[in-house]
């Protein structure tokens, strides 16, 4: 139980806070996570990683020289939003490019997603390797949908290592990739954790088993069994290890038994003792193991074990100097100390003088972002209903939040372009409404801002620019498609219907509105389908017979925006001063 606390919606703030304080010699606190407060040599990669809150010392105590160079810290168990990222990995950029790694959630796909696509958009060339070593969670020709548990630290101690010994981008990411392949772990849990402020466990084991295959956000395993002793404890986590490791693996191996909690350490180095006598009998050399707590999941009473299988210069990677909070390998000579101040301005934004053009695009921007405010309270409640029969209901919720904070962040833009207005919506949409819609709305918004960005005049092909942007932004990041009853099955019919339009000479307000119509009736269409992603795929009968809430709230806001233009006739009575992609 995780007591220690007063309000339980700021333990994850405050408790990083108190982190920082405690080790300020080794990170300073930016906007969404921290940085190395030591000086980082110009023209080094840096490796930002991260993840939700509770999995110290994941992932804000590796931070530090030869391991991570800044973690962005989410909330409880939550993906930290896009804009978080984007603003650590802003701050940790040293002029090499960025390396973001991170485990293989949903969530954290999609944000970490949106923040790359930001950065690249801005000369940061950023690139990403998914931690994915949980055998429970997919076969083995399936490894790209395992999730990250533990294995984590060997993927982020090579990357850090590489990074410190000056290597490019390529090579970063090449050995990075090259670690996860050989990393497997395999995890039980005795029994779940609590989330602060929670009257109960995320989930119980029956009393004297174990389950297998549990997951670090509290998730519980794949079936329980009674519970073993040590030494079969060791043979099972060993065996399914031994039978799912990498080809070419070789016969040196770095073993790391990881408790997740409340496991004590003579039993972590009780059942370590067992585990290594497996593997020499097995005939292999455990190279420089680790044994403790590395990546817990709160209160959670399990472990789990990784095998990091090594050639040579993973070898010479893995023994190589670190220096962080929670993790520590050698020597290294002590760094400077960073000015806290730079590292904060490092993580702003650069403001860009705008010119009246983008001025007038950005002010007509904000009056649509509060029209469409305006119709999702209006269908909160039913869109809610809807998300209930196949999901968890907080679909209607979700879009207010974003869309609020939205129209709010845009509103505090007077006089901005509209590149800046629709980036600072979209930060807001993302941080606020949480969730995958709220990632892909984020990023959809502020894919089309950039898009239209800071011109002396827009032409009709900029508007076709902009809703190209917005759509290649959610299939991009959601990997849905056509058909598998989300957002995109209205969404790809409006661009199809509006770029057809348009490209047939008709008006911006004509095209606009037969594909937000084009919208909506493919919107309710969905009723026919069976859903393919998200949350509802489980519940995919329940859900047949009822349009999808994603894709009926994007086609009642597509509606909203063309009632809106042509209504207060903006071509016709503001065509001399607002420029052509305005009317879009």
Not at 500 to 511: I, L, S, T
Request: charged share 20%; proline share 4%.
């Amino acid at each position: 139980m995780t007591q220690i606390f007063d309000n339980p919606a700021d333990f994850a703030d405050e408790a990083l806070d108190g982190f920082v304080a405690a080790n300020r010699g080794y990170v300073a606190r930016v906007d969404g996570g921290v940085v190395r407060s030591t000086e980082v040599s110009q023209g080094q990669v840096a490796v930002v990683i991260g993840g939700g809150s509770g999995h110290y010392p994941a992932f804000a105590g590796l931070v530090g020289p030869g391991l991570a160079t800044a973690s962005a810290c989410g909330n409880m168990f939550a993906s930290p939003a896009a804009g978080q990222v984007y603003r650590v990995a802003k701050a940790a950029n040293a002029g090499g490019g960025v390396l973001l790694s991170y485990g293989n959630y949903a969530g954290d796909v999609l944000h970490f997603g949106q923040a790359q696509l930001r950065l690249n958009a801005e000369g940061i060339e950023t690139r990403t390797v998914l931690v994915t070593d949980d055998i429970a969670s997919a076969p083995q020709d399936q490894l790209e949908k395992r999730r990250g548990i533990a294995g984590d630290l060997t993927v982020f101690k090579i990357a850090g290592a590489a990074a410190e010994a000056g290597m490019s981008l390529d090579d970063v990411e090449r050995l990075a990739i090259k670690a996860n392949y050989r990393t497997r772990s395999l995890g039980v849990a005795f029994d779940g954790c609590t989330l602060p402020g929670a009257a109960e466990p995320l989930f119980h084991v029956p009393e004297g088993h174990m389950s297998l295959g549990l997951g670090i956000h509290g998730e519980p395993g794949i079936s329980d069994h009674p519970m073993p002793t040590a030494s079969e404890l060791a043979e099972l986590l060993v065996g399914k290890l031994l039978e799912d490791k990498p080809d070419n693996a070789g016969d040196r191996v770095v073993a790391v038994v990881n408790g997740l909690g409340t496991v004590k350490y003579d039993e972590l180095f009780l059942l370590f003792g067992k585990i290594d006598a497996l593997l020499t009998k097995a005939g292999l050399t455990v190279v420089e193991p680790e044994c403790g707590e590395l990546v817990t999941s709160l209160d959670m009473s399990g472990l789990s074990l990784t095998l990091f299988w090594l050639d040579e210069e993973l070898e010479q990677l893995w023994a190589a100097p670190a220096n962080t909070p929670a993790f520590r390998k050698g020597s290294m000579s002590p760094r400077v100390l960073r000015r806290a101040e730079l590292l904060e301005a490092s993580s702003e934004a650069e403001q860009e003088a705008t010119t009246p053009a983008a001025t007038e695009l950005g002010a007509l921007a904000v009056a649509v972002l509060e029209e469409v405010r305006a119709t999702i309270e209006e269908h909160e409640e039913s869109l809610g209903k809807l998300d209930a029969i196949a999901g968890d209901g907080d679909h209607g919720i979700g879009m207010r939040r974003g869309v609020e904070a939205a129209a709010a962040a845009a509103l505090a833009k007077p006089g901005a372009g509209v590149g800046r207005v629709l980036e600072a919506a979209g930060e807001a949409w993302s941080e606020k409404a949480g969730g995958t819609s709220g990632a892909l709305w984020g990023s959809a918004i502020i894919a089309a801002g950039q898009a239209l960005g800071n011109r002396d005049g827009y032409t009709r092909e900029d508007a076709a620019a902009a809703v190209r942007a917005f759509t290649d932004a959610i299939t991009n990041l959601g990997k849905a498609e056509e058909g598998d009853k989300t957002m995109v099955d209205a969404l790809l019919p409006f661009r199809d219907t509006f770029l057809k339009e348009f490209d047939a000479g008709a008006p911006a307000d004509v095209a606009l509105e037969v594909a937000a119509a084009a919208a909506s009736a493919a919107a309710g269409a969905t009723a026919s389908l069976r859903p393919l992603k998200g949350r509802a795929r489980p519940l995919a009968e329940k859900s047949l017979g009822h349009p999808d809430p994603g894709a009926v709230s994007f086609g009642l806001i597509a509606e909203r925006i063309s009632a809106f233009i042509s209504s207060n006739h903006i071509i016709s009575t503001r065509a001399a001063q607002v420029p052509e992609g305005a009317q879009a």
